[in-house]
């Protein structure tokens, strides 16, 4: 399994268009094989910060959503919206309840 955790600081300006931008995407990838969650959430002190995580199945499935048309649409969709990010991936040999 592929975990990315990510941190993406939008243009306050562009801020609004990024978001508007979000739901096809999420609703492509979410429907990709090998997708177990694929998630853009507000900061809820920074409302131009939004926090990314997403759980793949194999480096297989999280290339082909690299690869994907909808991936490449995002990009040009919120082009100069991005002020910075950041993204660190963990490879994951298992997991189990956190409690329980």
């Known amino acids: 399994m592929v975990v990315i955790k990510g941190e993406v600081r939008l243009k306050a300006e562009s801020r609004d268009a990024a978001v ?3 739901p096809a995407l999420l609703a492509a ?11 853009f959430l507000p ?5 131009n910060l939004v926090h990314v995580f997403e759980e793949w199945a194999d480096e297989a499935a999280l290339e082909a959503h690299m690869g994907s ?3 490449a649409e995002f990009m ?4 100069g919206a991005v002020e910075g990010a950041t993204f660190t ?8 309840p956190l409690m329980g």
Not at 76 to 79: E, G, K, M, N, S
């Open 89 to 96: 991936r963990y490879d994951v040999t298992g997991s189990r």
């Open 69 to 71: 048309a909808h991936i």
């Open 76 to 79: 040009a969709a919120t082009a």
């Open 29 to 39: 990838t979410r429907a990709e094989p090998g997708c177990g969650a694929y998630l």
């Open 43 to 47: 900061d809820l002190d920074d409302p």
């Open 20 to 22: 508007g931008a979000l």
